[in-house]
């Protein structure tokens, strides 16, 4: 028999609208949008927003005709990822095992809290606890599978608590749309109902067979993730495979200078990353996003290195080669992939060693004051405000 | 047109030249072959707008006359037909059919005006050598060129010539090659870098006998002649680093170990280094060589000891195994000595015993151990 499992997601509410109204309590109670002004999209809204219709990942210009006197703002940009640590580290003091899956969401594995307390006891505790500890609102599921959880999560929402008990799994499912299970999105779910699933329910009374055949190969595990079975493996030992930056534009560019300009700025600011992650890359990848949002992305393996000046030099030489002269620029990327830990090889005609000290100290410079302080004369940029 | 050739001696001289063919190319006429017949000789021609190679046979032919015969399906065919004299029938509008035993085969050509013209050998300085000299100079240095299309310059070989000898010099920053012959003498004092893919032709082909080859070059373009065939490369326009400076003069440390022992226990321990980095780290001390190499991600682990002779303080100092065993392979003879100073100076190796007329020395850089 398998041990039951216990799974607790929590997911902080519209954490970067709740970060920003924690910075500047006047916001609250308001609609409340994150995210670039111009041209970006709508990275988090406030739960009034909501009401407009607004939802995250629609561009800001919809978001603004549906609720002009909504406020932007992304002032609190480097705030996001100091909260998120300080939840993390929270979590990580009080539960066995985590996996962050992403800057605003985490599983747990809270198994065996039983013998010891209350595992519903505990892990409203520890939401509690954080609330207290953040000031800011979080939600979160427990249930004996991560999708169920996560599930959960979403029904607590605003700021609750959803505990979904063993053996009760069906009962909480089966009356939900099929849009609300874990990976269902808008074609899959077009899909499925035209074939007459539009409840978990139905999608649990249909024979396997038949929803593999409508669902393809995810559909064994759509039908039993509809039977309340799902993984509860927690991947705590999580690899990052690349590390990468791009930029929206606020309009279109065609001037080279520029995108040079941002290409030092976007490759500057990933090597810090890897730096800190004491990691060498071996592969750099550009993506340039044209005004009509076809991509192209190419890549090159290099020698393995974190050294700003043949990082840049790669991804000038990348974006050189694969930039259609005078086709406007929506968007840029740098990607690092091939990423190992530091071995530096040394080489017989630059003194690596010595330009290494040199981005080491300006890494310090950014621990110490900021990352935003120091930077390549090249990339620096006008001040807007 | 019209002309028999021998089906086997014709594919013989095309594999020497069919390497410059690029698979995807963007003009469409340099995946042909330039067949020109000229008075029972055939001269075919390929290349890459770089590089251009040349071969000659002796065939059948009344009249004379050219045309592009497309390489891929020509060199299909013909490694799927049996020896035997096969004719070839070009019409005006350059459409090909090739009669066999078997049957006959019908290809388009193209109009040979339009292949690209060759460079021509004017103001050139020539010099002499022997084709094994040349091979060999290639198969020791050519390994240790660069990749790296941003330093151009290390992506070829680099020749120095003078009255006294010929010396070739590769580099990928991480290591570097030079590789001396007396045995061979130029007019003039000159230097020029030649890229890496006619090298790798060169070996394919030439052989490494003594035959005698005359090679000529000008300030753009190499030009290689072995009796028919020919080969003539665009030189890479770029100045090689300055390599004289990084070569240490007195790297105080010498160890002595047999090289195929050595070069086994290095294969066998980079089998459980980190597959990115190779690292695989020497402990010297006494006359005990100490190899170790760990991938942390997969838990693997591997250490080996063998003896050697060292006259050095204890040392432990970290190098990329595939560099070192490749250095080993150029290296002839029995036994090398490696000259060491400090973890985080370069390493020379060297054949402990050379033959008079070359001279091999190679340097490796170390890996950055981590603190």
């Known amino acids: 028999m398998f041990q039951k499992r216990y799974i607790a997601h929590f997911d902080l509410d519209s954490f970067f609208v709740s970060v920003e109204i924690l910075n500047n309590p006047s916001l609250k109670g308001k609609p409340v949008l994150v995210g670039g002004y111009e041209r970006g999209v709508v990275a988090a809204c406030s739960y009034e927003a909501r009401k407009f219709g607004i939802h995250s990942a629609m561009p800001m210009k919809k978001a603004l005709q549906l609720c002009p006197h909504a406020i932007v703002t992304n002032s609190s940009r480097g705030e996001y990822s100091k909260y998120s640590r300080i939840v993390t580290e929270i979590i990580h003091e009080k539960v066995p095992a985590f996996e962050k899956a992403s800057i605003d969401e985490f599983y747990c594995d809270m198994t065996g809290m039983d013998k010891f307390f209350g595992v519903s006891h505990y892990t409203r505790e520890l939401r509690e606890y954080i609330i207290k500890e953040t000031g800011l609102p979080i939600s979160c599921g427990l249930g004996s599978a991560k999708f169920i959880a996560k599930m959960a999560t979403n029904e607590a929402k605003p700021n609750g608590f959803l505990e979904i008990p063993h053996g009760r799994e069906t009962d909480f499912l089966w009356p939900l749309g099929i849009e609300k299970i874990n990976g269902v999105g808008k074609q899959t779910e077009q899909h499925l109902k035209t074939f007459g699933l539009y409840k978990i329910e139905d999608i649990a009374r249909t024979p396997k067979e038949l929803i593999e055949k409508y669902a393809g190969k995810w559909g064994e595990s759509l039908w039993n993730k509809a039977h309340g079975r799902g993984s509860a493996e927690i991947e705590t030992g999580w690899e990052q495979k690349s590390m990468s930056h791009e930029n929206t534009f606020d309009k279109d560019y065609t001037d080279i200078a520029f995108l040079h300009k941002e290409i030092v700025r976007l490759t500057e600011k990933t090597a810090y990353g890897l730096r800190e992650d004491e990691k060498l890359t071996g592969c750099v990848t550009i993506k340039i996003k044209y005004s009509d949002f076809e991509v192209s992305s190419r890549q090159e393996t290099i020698d393995y290195t974190a050294l700003d000046d043949q990082l840049i030099a790669k991804a000038k030489d990348l974006f050189n080669k694969s930039y259609q002269k005078g086709r406007p620029v929506r968007l840029i990327g740098v990607r690092f992939s091939q990423l190992i830990p530091f071995t530096m090889q040394m080489s017989l005609f630059d003194n690596n060693i010595s330009k290494l000290n040199l981005y080491k100290a300006v890494d310090n410079i950014k621990n110490q004051f900021g990352s935003e302080l120091v930077s390549k004369a090249s990339s620096l940029r006008k001040k807007t405000k | ?371």
Do not use: W
């Open chain 2, 1 to 371: 047109m019209k002309f028999i050739v021998s089906s086997s001696s014709l594919l013989k001289q095309l594999q020497h030249i069919s390497g410059v063919i690029n698979a995807n190319t963007v003009l469409p006429i340099l995946e042909d072959f330039l067949f020109e017949v000229e008075k029972n000789k055939l001269t075919v021609v390929a290349t890459d707008l770089e590089t251009v190679m040349r071969i000659q046979l002796d065939i059948e032919a009344k009249d004379s006359g050219k045309v592009c015969i497309p390489a891929k399906i020509l060199l299909d065919s013909l490694k799927n037909i049996p020896d035997q004299p096969l004719t070839f029938n070009i019409d005006k509008n350059f459409a090909i059919e090739i009669t066999s035993d078997n049957g006959k085969y019908k290809v388009m050509g193209e109009n040979p005006d339009n292949f690209p013209k060759e460079p021509v050998s004017d103001d050139t300085t020539s010099f002499t050598v022997t084709a094994s000299a040349l091979i060999t100079a290639i198969n020791k240095t050519l390994f240790a060129t660069s990749t790296d299309d941003l330093r151009p310059a290390m992506t070829g070989v680099f020749f120095e010539l003078d009255k006294k000898g010929m010396q070739c010099v590769a580099t990928d920053a991480h290591r570097l090659v030079r590789y001396k012959r007396k045995d061979v003498s130029c007019p003039k004092s000159d230097t020029f870098i030649v890229p890496r893919k006619p090298l790798n032709l060169l070996k394919t082909a030439i052989p490494g006998n003594g035959d005698e080859l005359t090679i000529s070059y000008n300030s753009n373009h190499l030009f290689v002649k072995h009796g028919t065939t020919q080969m003539s490369c665009r030189l890479i326009d770029a100045r090689f680093p300055d390599y004289k400076v990084v070569i240490p003069a007195d790297n105080p440390y010498r160890l002595t170990v047999n090289k195929s022992d050595f070069q086994s226990a290095l294969r066998r321990v980079s089998i459980f280094s980190n597959k990115s980095t190779n690292q695989v780290a020497l402990n010297i001390s006494g006359s005990e060589l100490q190899l170790a190499a760990q991938d942390v991600d997969f838990s693997f682990e591997g250490t080996e000891r063998m003896k050697c002779q060292y006259n050095g303080e204890d040392l432990m100092i970290a190098f990329n195994a595939k560099f070192l065993i490749e250095m080993l392979n150029a290296a002839d003879g029995d036994e090398v000595n490696v000259e060491l100073s400090t973890p985080t100076k370069a390493g020379l190796i060297k054949p402990t015993d050379q033959d008079e007329e070359e001279e091999l020395l190679m340097l490796v850089m170390p890996l950055m151990l981590n603190q």
